[in-house]
């Protein structure tokens, strides 16, 4: 501006001036060409950092075309220093550069950050598709081991059938077994014929699974009520130990002498007083 | 007296450029401005970096305006390409860290459904 009003006044004065305006022009363009190693200004040396960085980064790749804006920007800037020197307009031009540079560095970013989110969607929906079908398989292979234990506890007790009286009660399953088949009179101590049929019934219960046992003795109505509940208890303490022995956890299976307090038959008739004694074996089912 | 006639067309040249100029930049003007709302509206302000340039982009304008009132339009113009560069830059700035964001929540969420199904 200063520069341009001297060249004014110059031309004002007359013809005698404009030999110094020329030779002024001269030293101008002398000094413009000796200062053609001038300092570039520090925007233009952030713009090309800023350019460098950005074509170093993901913006290559990712954002070509911004990159591209930015070169172009940071060219004109530096054109313009090359003519103008460090003027504003270059400050300014270079000031831009720099902020397009950003810019690409920025976009390269975001598209990156995009397809690392997108990559991740993905894996997660695969993830889900690969939960889905372990469940699945997981649930088959449940069912299908239900379906086997269920069968199993289905021929357990058609064997238990054969042996012993079978029934569903609110309070359990209760396999009846006869006092005759088990014990000699007045004894408590199993017979031999007795532990093949209490080993099935072990081998039933094992694989049907329970969640607690009751071995419960009783007796017919006659002798003395207080031998007949030692006599029940002891004969349930037979069968349950031989049930132990046999595997099943001792913790969840109990022994009780109920006497004759319940009997399920006439204790005035033979068949009666037999049917009375009788051992009962109640399973609490597994829930 | 030719170079009298040559000097007087030179002066005559320089001041009709001086009084045309360059002219205001209205468009320019408000395409920075326009800029400036659309970064603050994609949460710009939001994130330090971003917020900085959206500040810078708004002193620029209003510098410009100041520029344009004193007459001076081809600085204006200049310094509205500033403004228009902060606020697209701010913009920009705030797209990335909104993706970097996104991007390790959903990182995170195949974390948790992994860890989860490999209980």
Known sequence: MARSTSLLKLC???????????????LSALLMACGGAAVAPQELLDAR????????GPAADLAPAQ????????DTAQRTFEEDGASQKTKDLAYVAQRRA??????????????KRSASDKDFKTTQIEGLQKTKEQLA??????????KKAAIAMASLAEIAKVK???RGVVITLSGSVLFATNQSSLLPIARDKLDQVAAALTSQGFKSIVVQGYTDSRGNAA???????????????????RGLPSEKVTAEGLGASKPVADNGTADGRAENRRVEIVVTPEK | MKIRTWVYWCIFGTSLAAC??????????????????GAEVGGANENPKAALHVKLAKDAIERAQKEINDGDNEEAARTLDRAQADAELAMALAKEVKAQADAAEASEQVGKLKKEMNK
């Open chain 1, 12 to 26: 004002v004065s007359g013809t005698s001036t404009v030999h110094s305006l020329l030779i002024g022009a001269s």
């Open chain 2, 20 to 37: 045309g100029g360059a002219p205001v930049p209205h468009d320019a003007l408000s395409a920075a401005q326009a800029d400036v709302k």
């Open chain 1, 141 to 150: 292979h449940e069912k299908a081991a239900r379906a086997d234990a269920e």
């Open chain 1, 49 to 56: 950092t800023a350019y460098a960085e950005a074509a170093k």
């Open chain 1, 168 to 170: 569903e009660e609110t």
């Open chain 1, 67 to 74: 990159l591209d804006t930015a070169k172009q920007s940071l």
């Open chain 1, 102 to 115: 950003e810019i690409a560095a920025a976009e390269g970013g975001r598209e990156k950050a995009e397809r």
């Open chain 1, 227 to 245: 031998e007949n509940d030692t006599l029940s208890l002891k004969r349930a303490q037979s069968v349950r130990d031989h049930l132990v022995s």
